[in-house]
């Protein structure tokens, strides 16, 4: 074989500079006008290009998003979209008129249906469903995108962006495509003489359009304590005296349900009262939760790193710099990347799920839907390459070591699983078969898709009890640990009562009363805060809620 | 609507209490009145709930709840609006605290 002297090493530059040369016919400089951006998209895209549509859990490029569903799918085809989020109607038009064809992606959330539909109708050919770290990781691998639409706060006529405290993912997304000579082009609520902080240098970015409108941005993250239940509560109190108080849970992740803003709001009352303040949640990689702001101004939690910022919470953190990561200008920096990546190190992921397997595989899906898994997987999972040690890490790693295999010690990641034994309309959570095994091959994948495997689910909390699967020794202990916690349902109905109560014996198994929990005490009463404006009271005017939340 | 109604005899009898009221009919949540009545020994519980088809459910949840407690003479009533199990043994405990504090 020899060097081959006619090969070309610049075929993605040249292909850039004639992109960029067809496209400058409709910019002036980097600036695009919103009138002209589907004929930019014409000019610059070419059929088969991987793209990204920056889509978030929260900040949307929406108004890029509805310009490429309007592309003439004559001259725009076969798209290949690479995007964590299928959140907005526009990403899956795209696919109905041809302009996409295949699609990598985490999570799709409310187009769930839709994109099952879609999928059934040849429309979309799924490539595979990622977690978030998954799929940025492949995007500095085999899926660089050529052509990426991001969301900004704000530009300046160079082209530097402000994403403002919704960074999330775009560092990941133009790293990727400027880096790989891709194209960027970025949508902008406003164009400023001077951006408050450069989040994205203006070398990276190559068109500039502000926007109709300003991005969409969904709140997510808001939990109203007043729909908080006595039964959340009870198991909040169970997590924090049985798992916390116990391993000395520092560091952690926090899922974005009810059950763990019930953990939230108990700390400033109940954990304080057990003396935990200083001793437990000091450090946390989750959103800027609205329920978390009484735990902070009590002095519970120490800091917070967060992957996308939360509606209302934008001067309340701006005036908590040494708790959040900030910029010089004040406000929020958020990495969904650096988030999950501290999450995953730490020494604790709780969360909750829909349903759970008798040796604790836990799952999202439902029938007919197709959701994806977003963050949970990477938080909710052993971090096998951990080297550094912390005493949670190594309390667990011994418990583990005492019901297995012995040899060479290491420590183990403590992930929880907190539901109720019924979710709604009076759905078990705990069943001998996943729903994921039925959607497996009606979407025509390799595995069942689990949300968080049984071998990595340490705990699994309900109303009834806590279930320590690390001190489970085979897999018959495991499933009646498991049966042991899981109340009235067919699953737990079905349990063997003497090796429940053996197992109960050696602490795999712990009722509220076994940790001094009285279900009795569990009332509203414990919540530091009651209502949303319990939450604002506490935040001291600076927590502006959206006004659907507002009902004062 | 669905009515249940359960029996159980042999538990334990205990003079303590009238009657108590707990919970509230509203979505997700259960009302329960607990009477001390001569019943012969036995403890009675009618149950009236807006979800159909869960008896044996219903019947697993009382059946753990009095054989724990001295509920022989007793009267139970409950109207349920779609509350879960964890709910209805919760507001179960609730309603036999409160009868145990009130004076016979």
């Not at chain 1, 500095?140 to 530097?160: E, H, K, Y």
């Not at chain 1, 495509?177 to 902008?188: D, E, M, P, S, Y």
């Not at chain 1, 067919?490 to 050696?506: N, S, W």
């Not at chain 2, 044996?56 to 349920?80: G, S, Y």
Request: charged content about 25%; some cysteine.
């Amino acid at each position: 074989m020899k060097r081959d002297v006619e090969m070309q090493w610049n075929r993605l530059a040249a292909s850039k500079a004639a992109r960029l040369e067809r496209g400058s016919e409709f910019a002036h400089g980097r600036l695009v006008e919103p009138g002209a951006v589907v004929q930019l998209l014409e000019a610059v895209l070419e059929p088969g290009d991987r793209v990204c549509i920056e889509g978030n859990n929260q900040k949307h490029a929406d108004f890029l998003a509805a310009c490429l569903a309007k592309v003439d799918p004559q001259r725009v085809h076969d798209l290949h979209v690479v995007q964590s989020n299928i959140a907005l109607p526009q990403h899956l038009d795209i696919f109905d008129k041809g302009i996409a064809r295949d699609l990598d992606f985490s999570y799709s959330g409310p187009q769930g249906v839709r994109l099952a539909n879609l999928v059934a109708e040849g429309k979309v050919r799924i490539g595979a469903i990622h977690t978030y770290l998954e799929l940025y990781g492949r995007y500095f691998c085999d899926l660089t995108p050529r052509v990426s639409f991001i969301a900004a706060q704000s530009a300046d006529r160079d082209g530097n962006l402000y994403t403002g405290p919704n960074t999330e993912d775009t560092p990941a997304v133009v790293e990727a495509t400027a880096f790989k000579n891709g194209i960027v082009i970025a949508q902008v609520n406003e164009l400023v003489d001077r951006v408050p902080r450069v989040d994205v240098p203006c070398d990276w970015v190559n068109f500039v359009v502000r926007a109709p409108r300003p991005h969409y941005i969904e709140p997510i993250f808001t939990r109203d304590p007043a729909a908080i239940t006595e039964i959340q509560i009870l198991m909040a109190m169970m997590v924090i005296k049985g798992i916390y108080a116990e391993y000395g849970v520092t560091r952690l992740n926090h899922g974005i349900g009810f059950d763990t803003a019930a953990i939230e709001l108990l700390l400033p009352t109940y954990a304080e009262k057990l003396g935990l303040r200083g001793k437990i949640c000091t450090h946390m990689s989750v959103n800027p939760c609205p329920t978390l702001i009484p735990a902070i101004e009590s002095g519970f939690v120490q800091s917070i790193h967060s992957a996308g910022s939360e509606l209302g919470m934008e001067e309340y953190v701006a005036a908590r710099p040494d708790i959040f990561f900030t910029g010089p200008d004040g406000s929020l920096r958020s990495n969904r990347v650096f988030c999950q990546l501290a999450g995953h190190y730490s020494d604790l992921f709780i969360g909750s799920t829909l349903q759970i397997d008798l040796q604790g595989n836990s799952s999202t899906a439902t029938r007919n839907r197709m959701t994806g898994f977003g963050g949970a997987p990477n938080f909710g999972c052993d971090s096998r390459a951990r080297r550094h040690t912390s005493d949670a890490w190594l309390k667990a790693g011994r418990e583990a070591s005492s019901s297995g295999s012995g040899g060479m010690p290491r420590g183990r990641k403590l992930v929880v699983q907190m539901v109720e034994t019924f979710g709604e309309k009076m759905q078990p959570t705990f069943v001998e078969r996943l729903d994921a095994w039925e959607l497996m091959p009606q979407f025509d994948m390799a595995l069942p898709p689990v949300m968080v495997y049984g071998d990595d689910v340490t705990h699994i909390v309900t109303e009834e009890g806590i279930a320590n699967l690390l001190l489970c020794r085979n897999a018959e202990e495991r499933e009646q640990a498991i049966r042991g916690v899981s109340g009235f349902t067919a699953a737990g109905l079905a349990r063997d009562a003497r090796m429940v109560e053996a197992l109960r014996a050696r602490g795999a198994i712990r009722r509220p009363e076994d940790i001094g929990v009285n279900p009795l005490d569990a009332t509203r009463d414990l919540l530091a805060a009651r209502s949303i404006k319990d939450l604002v009271r506490w935040s001291g005017g600076l927590y502006d809620p959206p006004k659907r939340f507002r009902n004062w | 609507m669905e009515e249940l109604r359960f029996s159980f005899d042999g538990l334990a009898s205990s003079d303590r209490g009238v009657y108590a009221i707990v919970g509230v009919v509203a979505s997700g949540d259960l009302e329960v009145l607990v009477e001390r009545q001569a019943l012969e020994g036995r403890c009675e519980v009618d149950v009236r709930t807006s979800v159909h088809g869960f008896e044996t459910t219903w019947r697993a949840v009382m059946e753990r709840f009095v054989t724990a407690r001295a509920l022989a003479n007793t009267r139970i009533t409950v109207n349920d609006s779609g509350a879960t199990p964890a709910v209805v043994s919760l507001r179960l405990s609730q309603a036999s605290q409160t009868l145990d504090g009130t004076c016979p």
